[in-house]
């Protein structure tokens, strides 16, 4: 096996080792980050928050894995837009592991409040400053800069034909809708079912795209397929 298919199939995994442990992660948090209860919640749900952190770092390790295994493929194009997919990768890690300090953080401060170990007066303003730190750190990682990710990543592709053009501009399209629901979300319109929509296209379109380089790899250089 050639160092592309090594690369292509290890991208594959960890494209569905990153969705399933960023699905996984949701189930457990589940609403213990409601607003209205989270200070009780968070405590109450301690091992699935610890949980939840566990997978997120997973999630973290596997979007920078992507980055390194794809920068050489992408650098045969042009380095400087390998360069900036792997560094709005690293990027989306930090804001995710920053999302998951967040929470452990989180999960102290909930367990005094039950505990009622320290002023009521002093948990208000500091969850709410955590739990806003959580949720911007880890929107604007997984949307924003997913997004500007998937346009560094799907052109060379599509310029290179190293996969089918469809997986590629499936991805480019995939890769703005995600942009366009980041910087919604910024002006606080992410919630509604609609604007949710935006995230199905890049969100399936990875699956078949990681299927696709464990199966099949990317095409040599020298082929010109279409798909």
């Known amino acids: 096996m050639d160092s592309d298919r090594k690369s292509a199939t290890i991208v594959g995994l960890l494209f569905i080792i990153a969705t399933v442990t960023a699905l996984v992660t949701i189930v457990f948090i589940g609403d213990s980050l409601d607003p209205a209860a989270y200070l009780t919640r968070v405590a109450a749900n301690e091992t699935n928050m610890v949980l939840a952190v566990v997978f997120w770092i997973i999630l973290a390790i596997s979007v920078t894995g992507i980055g390194v295994m794809v920068y050489p493929v992408i650098k045969k194009y042009h380095e400087g837009i390998a360069l900036g997919y792997i560094g709005f990768r690293l990027i989306e890690s930090i804001c995710i592991i920053i999302a998951s300090i967040s929470v452990l953080v989180l999960l102290t401060i909930s367990k005094e409040y039950v505990g009622g170990t320290v002023d009521v007066m002093y948990y208000q303003p500091v969850g709410s400053l955590l739990l806003a730190l959580q949720e911007w750190s ?18 060379p592709l599509y310029k290179m034909r190293l996969v089918p053009w469809v997986l590629s501009i499936w991805g480019l399209i995939g890769a703005v809708c995600v942009l ?21 296209p890049i969100a399936v379109q990875e699956m078949v795209f990681a299927v696709w380089l464990i199966v099949k790899g990317f095409y040599p250089l020298e082929k010109k397929s279409t798909g």
């Not at 880890?138 to 998937?150: A, C, K, R, V």
């Not at 910087?183 to 995230?199: I, T």
Request: hydrophobic share 60%.
């Open 180 to 200: 366009i629901y980041g910087v919604l979300s910024l002006f606080g319109l992410g919630d509604s079912m609609v604007v949710n929509v935006l995230a199905a």
């Open 138 to 155: 880890f929107e604007i990682g997984t949307l924003i800069f997913l997004g500007f990710g998937g346009l560094f990543l799907y052109y």
